[in-house]
T-cell receptor, first 111, second 115 residues
Framework: SQQGEEDPQALSIQEGENATMNCSYKTSINNLQWYRQNSGRGLVHLILIRSNEREKHSGRLRVTLDTSKKSSSLLITASRAADTASYFCATGNNAGNMLTFGGGTRLMVKP | DAGVIQSPRHEVTEMGQEVTLRCKPISGHNSLFWYRQTMMRGLELLIYFNNNVPIDDSGMPEDRFSAKMPNASFSTLKIQPSEPRDSAVYFC?????????????FGPGTRLTVL
């Protein structure tokens, strides 16, 4: 079963708008990561947030983590058509190097 | 750095045939992961290696699937015999290893179609 579940499953916005994706998970984690996948390509790491962190920024990306609610959000500000992709959250625990991926959010940014 | 290299990029085969997927991780990375991605099941971890040793193969669906990592720069995923339900995109990923804080670097994937 998947550890992380993204919400919404699909999101369509206009260029320039902000996009927010959410991820919920079930068990305790060591860190949470967000990945992006363009159609027909492999996943690309975007950002990692540790369990003792609450917020992290990277360029137009902002990630929050609420361990009490077992949830995270990814905000993409001032979206561009090139941001069109699927976005996955992945959780890591203390047991090893494994990551458990969610089902992903398909984001479409219309020009 | 060339990144994670996978071959072939596309494979079309007939049911019952043996399929071998290949992966070359990023040099210096200690962990290697094999994933399968389908529309129905999403991204599933099949097996991962640490320092060439299989650590967790609980995701390997059946005995028809096997994976090896004979050295630090090469891994194979074999399906024998293949079935139509094995059709999927198979990704290999590598990570520096040693900590769950490390990101994973994915290859471009092998799109497998079993007729």
């Amino acid at each position: 079963s998947q550890q992380g579940e993204e919400d919404p499953q699909a999101l369509s916005i206009q260029e320039g708008e902000n996009a927010t994706m959410n991820c919920s998970y079930k068990t305790s984690i060591n860190n949470l990561q967000w990945y992006r996948q363009n159609s027909g390509r492999g996943l690309v790491h975007l950002i990692l947030i540790r369990s003792n962190e609450r917020e992290k920024h990277s360029g137009r990306l902002r990630v929050t983590l609420d361990t009490s609610k077992k949830s995270s959000s990814l905000l993409i500000t001032a979206s561009r058509a090139a941001d069109t992709a699927s976005y996955f959250c992945a959780t890591g625990n203390n047991a090893g190097n494994m990551l458990t991926f969610g089902g992903g959010t398909r984001l479409m940014v219309k020009p | 750095d060339a990144g994670v290299i996978q071959s072939p990029r596309h494979e079309v085969t007939e049911m019952g045939q043996e399929v071998t997927l290949r992966c070359k991780p990023i040099s210096g990375h200690n962990s290697l992961f094999w994933y399968r991605q389908t529309m129905m099941r999403g991204l599933e971890l099949l097996i991962y290696f640490n320092n060439n040793v299989p650590i967790d193969d609980s995701g390997m669906p059946e005995d028809r699937f096997s994976a090896k990592m004979p050295n630090a720069s090469f891994s194979t995923l074999k399906i024998q015999p293949s079935e139509p339900r094995d059709s999927a995109v198979y990704f290999c990923a590598s990570s520096p290893g040693g900590s769950t804080h490390n990101e994973q670097f994915f290859g471009p994937g092998t799109r497998l179609t079993v007729l």
